[in-house]
């Protein structure tokens, strides 16, 4: 079931320009979402969180915005850099620490 | 300061044989869960550890079974393996209290034939 979908499995931006990763949800429980980055032979690693309490959190180039009556969020990065070229996951707290995945977006940025 | 590491990086098993992957946590926290990441998809809960209990559980089958021990170190067992538990198996820790991201290790990979 799946709880968490990123509906775009890959997205190509130039280098400067604005990437926009984009994720819904079902299940209108979830109460705290996060972006993960991954690289190739890597583990997943966080890069920002929002609680359901908020419509939008900054952490530098990176911006995540939520809307809970579209159930949506996006992540929005800033300028985009050749670095940012990874699979990026949405994810979604159930009961707290069951966390869910989206299937991941892939982005590559251009030089 | 060490982050979450994984043991074995590679394996390789056949049909029926039972496995042991390792995780220690980031240094402080006290939570390990456990994920099985397919190709191509996100990664999918299969349970998670606190104070050697586990503490919840996602949709995966008694073969799949876990331990943590009091160093929070845990282990993720699967017996009778198929081939379709040919996948990631990455470890995340965290701190039980309050809604704090989870920090993953790099990940098993693990391969039935």
């Known amino acids: 079931d799946q709880q968490v979908k990123q509906n775009s499995p890959s997205l190509s931006v130039q280098e400067g320009r604005i990437s926009i990763l984009n994720c819904d949800y079902t299940?209108?429980?979830?109460?705290?979402f996060l972006w993960y980055k991954k690289y190739p032979a890597e583990g997943p690693t966080f890069l920002i969180s929002i609680s359901s309490i908020k419509d939008k959190n900054e952490d530098g180039r990176f911006t995540v915005f939520l809307n809970k009556s579209a159930k949506h969020l996006s992540l929005h990065i800033v300028p985009s850099q050749p670095g940012d070229s990874a699979v990026y996951f949405c994810a979604a707290y159930y009961n707290n620490n069951d966390m869910r995945f989206g299937a991941g977006t892939r982005l590559t940025v251009k030089p | 300061d060490a982050g979450v590491t994984q043991s074995p990086t590679h394996l390789i098993k056949t049909r029926g044989q039972q496995v042991t992957l390792r995780c220690s946590p980031k240094?402080?926290?006290?939570?390990v869960s456990w994920y099985q990441q397919a190709l191509g998809q996100g990664p999918q809960f299969i349970f998670q550890?606190?104070?050697?209990?586990?503490?919840q559980r996602g949709n995966f089958p008694d073969r799949f079974s876990g331990h943590q021990f009091p160093n929070y170190s845990s282990e993720l067992n699967v017996n009778a393996l198929l081939l379709g538990d040919s996948a990631l198996y990455l470890c995340?820790?965290?701190?039980?209290?309050?809604?704090?991201?989870?920090?993953f290790g790099d990940g098993t990979r693990l391969s039935i034939l």
């Open positions: 550890y606190y104070e050697e209990e586990e503490r």
């Open positions: 995340a820790s965290s701190f039980w209290q309050g809604y704090q991201p989870q920090h």
């Open positions: 240094s402080g926290h006290d939570t």
């Open positions: 299940n209108s429980m979830f109460d705290y």
